[in-house]
T-cell receptor, first 110, second 114 residues
Framework: GEDVEQSLFLSVREGDSSVINCTYT??????LYWYKQEPGAGLQLLTYIFSNMDMKQDQRLTVLLNKKDKHLSLRIADTQTGDSAIYFCAESTGFQKLVFGTGTRLLVSP | DTEVTQTPKHLVMGMTNKKSLKCEQHMGHRAMYWYKQKAKKPPELMFVYSYEKLSINESVPSRFSPECPNSSLLNLHLHALQPEDSALYLC?????????????FGNGTRLTVT
């Protein structure tokens, strides 16, 4: 089945690093995505990684993929209060059928 | 600013009303999607259009009727909805569905059914 799990909540102080974790189940996933959702808004694509990569860095964002353990993580360096939002990982299970994780609410305090 | 535009932002409708949600993109994408998101939950796929043809219907009740008049527009016609249909309805688009390209989402329409 398709089940993508994330921890529900993460709280950090401004300036610290945040690490959001995701566990997926479909080993045939070709792409894995991270989306950010602010209150009352849609989903903003942050970054994505192809399944044959281990790591991808994009400015303050670092994505790590452990395909053997089906584990994906998103690290945000120098976290700011504007990073407070819900973060969803998602796997592409074929024909652009995205399955989203349960979402992690990140709270950044000053 | 999102490149996928959804209107209206908010919609309140009674159970006997007929209304439509609209979505527009000008990124040249040929796949368009409707997702439904309930509070504190992840989005769930409803429909996928690929090259203006319906390719996926995730067993959505017939009171939701999608339409793709051209490659830039996607509508969702609503009729005889139930209060449990209240949710955020998200539209998304991507390059053709077989390209495995990322989905770009609009800001959604928040629907309340009374």
């Amino acid at each position: 089945g398709e089940d993508v799990e994330q921890s529900l909540f993460l709280s950090v102080r401004e300036g610290d690093s945040s690490v959001i974790n995701c566990t997926y189940t479909d080993s045939s996933s070709t792409y894995l995505y991270w989306y950010k959702q602010e209150p009352g808004a849609g989903l903003q694509l942050l970054t994505y990684i192809f399944s044959n990569m281990d790591m991808k860095q994009d400015q303050r964002l670092t994505v790590l993929l452990n395909k053997k353990d089906k584990h994906l993580s998103l690290r945000i360096a120098d976290t700011q209060t504007g990073d407070s939002a819900i973060y969803f990982c998602a796997e592409s299970t074929g024909f652009q059928k995205l399955v989203f994780g349960t979402g992690t609410r990140l709270l950044v305090s000053p | 600013d999102t490149e996928v535009t959804q209107t209206p932002k908010h919609l309140v409708m009674g159970m006997t009303n007929k209304k439509s949600l609209k979505c527009e993109q000008h990124m040249g994408h040929r796949a368009m999607y409707w997702y439904k998101q309930k509070a504190k939950k992840p989005p769930e796929l409803m429909f996928v259009y690929s090259y203006e043809k319906l390719s996926i219907n995730e067993s959505v009740p017939s009171r939701f009727s999608p339409e793709c008049p051209n490659s830039s527009l996607l509508n969702l016609h609503l009729h005889a909805l139930q209060p449990e249909d209240s949710a955020l309805y998200l539209c998304a688009s991507s390059l053709p569905a077989d390209y495995n390209s990322p989905l770009h989402f609009g800001n959604g329409t928040r629907l309340t059914v009374t």
